[in-house]
């Protein structure tokens, strides 16, 4: 069976406070688990409590903390939390890291570990006890070993990201964050100056077909976990920031046959009262799907 449970749910900055303890003020992190098998998507402020979490179980249990770790990109509110992750600093550890190359020049591996160098932090990367293993990955199919797959694919976003979808004995979690729909970049008015009927119908035929393949990717998930950043009128503000709406997440969940959504990344801004008002709102949208919104501590079961 897989499961997941949420340990940091924000986009873009922590936002701890009195405002945001119902629903968490910690960054991207999940936890996911094959049967025993760990496997974490990001690194945000939510792996310093996960880290505390594995010490407690696998590290009693086993003797050791065995992880695959997935970085859906390199923006900091997801590898923030590395640094003040507790098993990189335990002997034995093990840990395999994936992400997406970057545009530029540097190795995933010299991006996350430079946040361990003297000007950011008082511990070295050198310094740390763990074994650690970095992959870079592009859109790919992965055997993780006993029956665990993980799959890619590009989402839409200002740098390279991806989403995973990991499957085990018949059933899938995917995750669709930090991603917004794609869409025709070309003028399409006519009676603007830079208008070209030929590139503006190009244009449709692309972001289509590109809206059609992240269709295909998350098609009869058990669980999808999309960004929700934005309602559909403050989306309409943010074109090309990289996140999408609650009304586009469920629209493309329903076309997908998705089983279970859970709405995730949320605005910093937004306030547990102010998420409770829209969990109501949006949770009931669409009665052959369940719909839920995402909270660290929630564990969601395929």
Known sequence: MLSVRFWG????????GPATVKFGGNTSCLEIRADERLIIVDLGTGVRPLGESLMATDLKKNGVIDADIFITHTHWDHIMGFPV??????????IRIYGPVSFEDDTLESIISAQLSYRYWPVRASELAAHIEY?????????????????????????LCLGYR???????????????????????????????EEAACEGELAAAEENEKILRFIHDANILIHDTQYTEAEYARHLGWGH???????STAAQANVKKLVFFHHDPARTDDQLEELEKGYCTANRNMEIMMAREGLVVET
């Open 244 to 250: 999408s709406s609650y009304e586009w997440a469920i």
């Open 85 to 94: 992750f507790t098993p990189i600093f335990i002997p034995g550890t093990k």
């Open 135 to 159: 992959n870079q990955i592009r859109e790919t199919s992965l055997d993780l070993g006993g029956g665990l797959t993980v799959s890619t694919k590009y989402l839409n976003h200002p740098i």
């Open 9 to 16: 749910d924000r986009g873009s900055i922590p936002c701890p």
């Open 166 to 196: 990991f499957e085990y004995q018949g059933t899938s979690i995917v995750t669709a964050y930090d991603h917004e729909p794609f869409r025709n970049l070309f003028p399409t008015d006519p009676a603007d100056p830079s208008y070209n």
